[in-house]
C-alpha cells in the first residue's frame, strides 16, 4: 500500500434517491470516477451548507427537479480506486448522506445548466432492472438495494474502475 497517503482522497456528499413507477431518477455523469456511469443527483456541501439545502441544491443542478420532501436513509461508505487525467491511481473513500427525495415526476424541467464543476450530463428516469454493476455507479447500486429491502449495506464495498495505462 505505499504511496496511498499521496494518493488518497475522501469524498462526503448528500445524494437522493426518487422513485416514480419502479424507476430510479440518476444522472449521466460526465466527471470523476463514474464518468459514463449512471449516478444519484447529489454531491459536497458549500460553505456555511446544511445537509438538507446542499441535496436539494445538487438534486436541482443535476435533474432540474424541485425536490418536495426529504427523508434522511442513512448513510454508506466504499472504496474507489480510479485513474485521474494524469494516470495516476487514486484511492478513493466515498461517504455517502443518504436521503428519499420526492419529487414531481410530471414536473417540466429545464435542461441541465452548464458551469465549470458540473457534473452531471441530464437526468433520466431508469428501470431499477436496467440499472446494472456495468453501467451504474455504487451509489446507485446501493440505492437500488434499498428500494428493494430498505437496508443500506453494512460493509463498505471495494470497486476498481482504473483504466489500463
Not at 448513510?75 to 461517504?95: G, R
Not at 451504474?136 to 430498505?150: C, D, G, K, N, T
Request: glycine share 8%; hydrophobic share 40%.
Amino acid at each position: 500500500m505505499d504511496g496511498v497517503a499521496d494518493n488518497f482522497y475522501r469524498h462526503m456528499g448528500v445524494y437522493g434517491i426518487s422513485v416514480s413507477n419502479e424507476r430510479l431518477l440518476v444522472i449521466g455523469k460526465i466527471l470523476g470516477p463514474y464518468t459514463g456511469k449512471f449516478d444519484l443527483p447529489g454531491g459536497r456541501l458549500e460553505k456555511l451548507e446544511s445537509l438538507e439545502i446542499a441535496v436539494k441544491r445538487e438534486f436541482h443542478e443535476e435533474t432540474g427537479y424541485t425536490v418536495k420532501e426529504l427523508k434522511n436513509i442513512g448513510v454508506s461508505d466504499f472504496f474507489v480506486l480510479w485513474t485521474l487525467k494524469n494516470n495516476t491511481v487514486e484511492h478513493l473513500h466515498h461517504i455517502a448522506i443518504l436521503y428519499e427525495a420526492s419529487v414531481d415526476s410530471g414536473e417540466q424541467v429545464s435542461s441541465v445548466q452548464a458551469f465549470e464543476e458540473q457534473d452531471s450530463s441530464g437526468a433520466l428516469w431508469m428501470s431499477l432492472a436496467n440499472l446494472t454493476p456495468d453501467n451504474s455507479s455504487p451509489l446507485v447500486l446501493q440505492a437500488v438495494e434499498w428500494i428493494r429491502s430498505r437496508t443500506l449495506p453494512v460493509v463498505s464495498g471495494q470497486f476498481d474502475y482504473r483504466k489500463n495505462c
